[in-house]
């Protein structure tokens, strides 16, 4: 369909253009609010700056299309293909993404707020600086996805793949991460302060720098984690696993360490009260990989 065409009859009060194949057209700037687009072509169209608030884009071919700081705000866009859609600065608060695959986007400073993105496909995307509060991640896959200084507070994460995303200087105060797996992956200064980790699998996770105050980190395995500088301040660490973990220079005030493993775990430098320190001094053992003391030495066992 011709674009000046599509216009005039949308100018017209025409709203239903399903179907259409617009590919490589350009529609920047554009007026489409409450457009019914569903089933069309956009491959590689240019939507940059258009208003398309509450349109229906389900099932729409986006690809390579340029959505760079587009009104799509409660949208459905539902089982539609954006791979390697620039979607810098767009406005996405309470749209509708269940199943969209956006493997390789470009969300970078987007706002998602509220947004629906269960089982969306985002594997590879660039979500830097992206605002996610409250918006639904159920199983949807972030593997390799790069959320560098995203805010997540309050987004539902059960069940998201999660492996080799980036969170460094993520914003995820309070969010429920219960059983997650997070091996590997790079926390470092990322905000956690009353976040659920319980049980969770952070294995060899980068925490450095991290604030984690009031966390709850029972049971959780973070043998090998690299903690150092990190804030654990009334963390909850019962029955965790800090096996070879680098805890120098953390802070673990009013940190709650009851049934901790240990062994080889870093401690120098460590902010911790006296009685806490005592106890460690008596379940520590082994040697530590960051500086090769034993990890009694690292706690001063011998002031005890």
């Given at each position: 369909m011709d674009v000046s065409y599509l216009l005039k009859c949308y100018e017209m009060g025409s709203r239903d253009f399903a179907g259409?194949?617009?590919?490589?057209?350009?529609?920047?700037?554009?007026t489409l609010i409450d457009i019914n687009l569903e089933g069309a072509n956009l491959t590689g169209a240019n939507l940059s700056r258009a208003f398309l608030t509450k349109a229906n884009l389900n099932g729409v071919f986006l690809n390579w299309a340029n959505l760079s700081f587009a009104k799509l705000s409660e949208s459905c866009l539902v089982d539609s293909d954006l791979t390697k859609a620039n979607l810098n600065g767009a406005f996405l608060v309470k749209a509708d993404l269940a199943k969209a695959k956006l493997s390789a986007a470009n969300l970078s400073n987007a706002n998602l707020r509220n947004a629906n993105l269960q089982r969306a496909n985002l594997c590879g995307t660039t979500l830097q600086s992206v605002n996610l509060r409250n918006a639904h991640l159920k199983g949807a896959n972030l593997n390799w996805a790069n959320l560098k200084g995203a805010r997540l507070s309050g987004a539902v994460l059960q069940g998201a793949f999660l492996n080799g995303v980036n969170l460094a200087g993520a914003f995820l105060n309070g969010v429920d991460l219960r059983g997650v797996d997070l091996s590997g992956v790079n926390l470092s200064e990322a905000k956690l302060s009353g976040a659920d980790l319980q049980e969770a699998n952070l294995s060899t996770a980068n925490f450095t720098e991290a604030k984690l105050r009031g966390v709850n980190l029972i049971g959780a395995d973070l043998s090998g984690a690299n903690l150092n500088r990190a804030y654990l301040g009334r963390a909850e660490l019962d029955w965790s696993n800090l096996s070879r973990a680098d805890l120098s220079q953390a802070d673990l005030s009013d940190a709650s360490v009851l049934g901790v493993k240990i062994e080889g775990a870093?401690?120098?430098?460590?902010t911790l009260p006296e009685m806490t320190r005592r106890y460690l001094c008596l379940v520590a053992s082994g040697h530590t990989a960051w500086s090769q003391k034993q990890t009694q030495e690292t706690l001063n066992c011998e002031k005890s």
């Amino acid at each position: 369909m011709d674009v000046s065409y599509l216009l005039k009859c949308y100018e017209m009060g025409s709203r239903d253009f399903a179907g259409v194949d617009l590919r490589g057209a350009d529609l920047s700037g554009a007026t489409l609010i409450d457009i019914n687009l569903e089933g069309a072509n956009l491959t590689g169209a240019n939507l940059s700056r258009a208003f398309l608030t509450k349109a229906n884009l389900n099932g729409v071919f986006l690809n390579w299309a340029n959505l760079s700081f587009a009104k799509l705000s409660e949208s459905c866009l539902v089982d539609s293909d954006l791979t390697k859609a620039n979607l810098n600065g767009a406005f996405l608060v309470k749209a509708d993404l269940a199943k969209a695959k956006l493997s390789a986007a470009n969300l970078s400073n987007a706002n998602l707020r509220n947004a629906n993105l269960q089982r969306a496909n985002l594997c590879g995307t660039t979500l830097q600086s992206v605002n996610l509060r409250n918006a639904h991640l159920k199983g949807a896959n972030l593997n390799w996805a790069n959320l560098k200084g995203a805010r997540l507070s309050g987004a539902v994460l059960q069940g998201a793949f999660l492996n080799g995303v980036n969170l460094a200087g993520a914003f995820l105060n309070g969010v429920d991460l219960r059983g997650v797996d997070l091996s590997g992956v790079n926390l470092s200064e990322a905000k956690l302060s009353g976040a659920d980790l319980q049980e969770a699998n952070l294995s060899t996770a980068n925490f450095t720098e991290a604030k984690l105050r009031g966390v709850n980190l029972i049971g959780a395995d973070l043998s090998g984690a690299n903690l150092n500088r990190a804030y654990l301040g009334r963390a909850e660490l019962d029955w965790s696993n800090l096996s070879r973990a680098d805890l120098s220079q953390a802070d673990l005030s009013d940190a709650s360490v009851l049934g901790v493993k240990i062994e080889g775990a870093e401690f120098s430098g460590v902010t911790l009260p006296e009685m806490t320190r005592r106890y460690l001094c008596l379940v520590a053992s082994g040697h530590t990989a960051w500086s090769q003391k034993q990890t009694q030495e690292t706690l001063n066992c011998e002031k005890s």
